[in-house]
């Protein structure tokens, strides 16, 4: 790799990539592969590394002061990990056309990182020093509140900073910064953004609070007439696995798996890794790149504590200061529980001709509908599920993304109309039962009687799951977490059922927290396609009834 001057920003960059894939920096998986992303685009001949450009946006925002806390008033000393965002998103030149290499960046780092520091000077630099005339900034969010996060912190920095807006004729209001001389200006959106908007910087943070991708599309299509716009998505984890935060996630770990292309983007995630344990302060430190800095160990050490003590706020915790998504705060099967079950090489068309059990879970409403299937084998039992959604649902949902993702990837099937459609479903449960030996098939109470006296009329057993039958429920419920945990479920890694075995909460009953009941935690997160396992699942359980027992009386003399 190349070589820097010592102590300059990019040497910096450098090394603090070295010791992340040395492991002298404890990091996760993400990290890791950014890193090794970095170090390989030396080799690169259509790429150019400017240390130039890297120091003019460092020394920008070294030039700027903090404005919180006890650092209020001193000037910015960038952290390692800040210079090696900065450098990958601004030093890397396409040779060709001159121009910047990302045209987004999606940085996912815990709270009391930094991340509103950072990107408040990100923004100033972009629309203040980038050198494009008319520059537009907006700092996009769901909420004022939520906007002025990374707003307020850029407007007090400039008013600190009086020879910054002496020297770049920058003015502040108290809803914009601006520039008269370069008409550039830096102001908040809330929700979506003005029609004709043009910007040149913008920024989505805690996008895991948007309802849909809609601001974030806007400010994507808005930013097709400048050359080398940033578009910052700079945020923590939340708990919409369906949401669009996730999936600009997920887009942003394929790529840096070298699974999908996609050379504007750039990807710094700090979080754990699936095997560590979240209770472990080793795990504490790889997420959070300011440990010992602004991240206290001993103001970590009680919010460990405390989620160690309260399942209520374990998952708050863990998705604010380790980045793991967590659908609810009273879960019931763990990420690593519920991934240890997975085998990708099932496929359902080997099982054909099998015994099966089958449950459907049918809505009414512009919501999905679930079947599932249970194959025994070999001391295993093997999930089977499909999925099926009105196309109307993709228009207000604000799972949407997801949804789309999952229709475009065959594992969610869209059905016409804006509401469920009986007789696509009818018609897939039919060939289920074609297509395999039924032994037993469940239907939910609300929506299941049609379907199930057709299918009672094939000669298969079947039934309508009690509307009130706690006690069958907390049975089920154990029953297959214990089989969990004993490596006696597969399923193939679907992502529309991971997503609902992600948000199943538990209700619980008494001092011995029986579970009596699967919930969820919101609106917006679908279970109903775990709820039709757990039903195939308990058909599943049943122990074949035992033939009576024919007794010969004899009189004895």
Not at 23 to 39: H, M
Not at 196 to 203: L, M, Q, R, V, Y
Not at 476 to 485: C, Q, V, Y
Request: with cysteine.
């Amino acid at each position: 790799m190349r070589r820097f001057t010592r102590n300059s920003f990019s040497a910096v960059a450098a090394v603090y990539a070295k010791d992340i894939l040395s492991g002298k920096t404890p990091a996760c998986g993400q990290i890791k592969q950014a890193a090794q992303r970095f170090q390989a685009d030396f080799d690169r001949r259509d790429l150019i590394f400017s240390e130039d450009a890297v120091d003019h946006v460092c020394n920008f925002i070294q030039g700027l002061v903090h404005v919180k806390g006890k650092w209020a008033g001193q000037p910015i000393r960038l952290e390692p990990f800040q210079v090696f965002a900065l450098a990958n998103i601004f030093g890397w030149i396409e040779k060709a056309t001159g121009l910047r290499r990302y045209r987004q960046a999606l940085i996912l780092l815990p709270r009391k990182n930094g991340k509103s520091l950072l990107a408040a000077g990100i923004a100033l630099y972009m629309v203040f020093a980038d050198g494009e005339p008319g520059a537009e900034g907006y700092s996009g969010a769901t909420s004022l509140e939520q906007a002025n996060e990374v707003f307020e912190p850029a407007r007090r920095m400039v008013e600190m900073s009086p020879g910054l807006a002496e020297a770049l004729d920058i003015s502040v209001a108290k809803s914009a910064v601006y520039s008269v001389t370069s008409g550039s200006k830096f102001s908040r959106v809330i929700a979506n953004t003005k029609d004709g908007s043009s910007p040149h910087f913008a920024c989505c943070d805690e996008l895991h609070q948007a309802r849909d991708d809609t601001q974030i599309n806007a400010f994507r299509t808005g930013m097709g007439a400048r050359s080398q716009p940033l578009l910052l998505i700079i945020t923590t984890a939340g708990n919409n696995l369906a949401g669009v935060c996730h999936a600009e996630q997920m887009e942003a770990e394929a790529v840096l798996a070298g699974l999908k292309a996609n050379d504007r983007l750039f990807a710094l995630i700090y979080t754990i890794d699936p095997g560590d344990d979240w209770r472990d302060e080793a795990s504490w430190r790889k997420a959070n790149p300011c440990w010992g800095v602004s991240v206290g160990a001993a103001y970590l050490q009680d919010q460990l504590s405390e989620a160690r003590q309260s399942p209520a706020k374990q998952a708050a915790i863990r998705t604010k200061h380790l980045n793991q998504w967590v659908a609810s705060a009273a879960g019931w099967l763990t990420t690593q529980l519920w991934a240890s079950a997975i085998d990708e090489t099932l496929d359902i068309a080997r099982y054909r001709g099998r015994e099966a059990y089958l449950a459907a879970d049918i809505s009414t409403r512009q919501d999905l509908t679930a079947v599932s299937l249970i194959i025994p084998d070999a001391g295993h039992k093997l999930i089977f599920p499909f999925a099926h959604l009105p196309e109307g649902a993709l228009d207000a949902s604000p799972n949407a993304p997801a949804y789309q993702d999952w229709i475009d990837s065959g594992h969610l099937s869209a059905t016409e109309g804006t509401a469920s459609d009986f007789d696509e479903v009818r018609r897939h449960v039919l060939r289920l039962c074609r297509d395999f030996r039924i032994v037993k098939a469940i239907f939910d109470p609300w929506q299941g009687e049609f379907l199930r006296q057709e299918v009672d009329a094939l000669g298969i057993e079947t039934e309508i799951w009690p509307a009130s039958a706690p006690a069958l429920w907390t049975t089920t419920l154990d029953d297959f977490e214990a089989d969990l945990k004993n490596g006696h479920i597969r399923h193939p890694n679907n992502p529309v059922l991971n997503w609902c075995a992600a948000n199943v909460a538990i209700h619980e009953k008494g001092v011995t927290r029986i579970p009596v009941k699967p919930s969820k935690s919101q609106k917006h997160q679908k279970i109903d396609v775990m709820i039709a396992t757990l039903m195939a699942y308990a058909a599943s359980c049943e122990t074949p009834p035992t033939p009576p027992v024919k007794l010969t009386f004899a009189v004895l003399d």
